[in-house]
């Protein structure tokens, strides 16, 4: 359980500074983009959304091989 509570510590951690990453770099132009031209908006949030999903993939799969490692 302990190791379930870290591993979310961290994914959360990651999610958060993700999000924060994109609003700073790419807050305005997604609004802009939003309102200007929403079908490129809906395909770039797209692309923003599998990117992330596939990034967190694997970081969190190199986390749990990491710490599996210690534990050995």
Same mark, same amino acid.
């Given at each position: ?22 609003? +700073? ?42 710490? +599996?490692?210690?534990?050995?």
């Amino acid at each position: 359980m302990l190791q379930f509570s870290k591993e979310a510590a961290i994914y959360a951690a990651l999610v958060i500074g993700y999000l924060l990453l994109i609003l +700073k770099y790419l807050g305005d132009w997604l609004a802009g983009l939003y309102k200007d031209h929403r079908g490129w908006y809906a395909a770039v949030a797209l692309l923003l959304v599998l990117s992330q999903g596939v990034l967190l993939e694997r970081l969190t799969v190199g986390l749990i091989r990491l710490t +599996k490692k210690r534990k050995r």
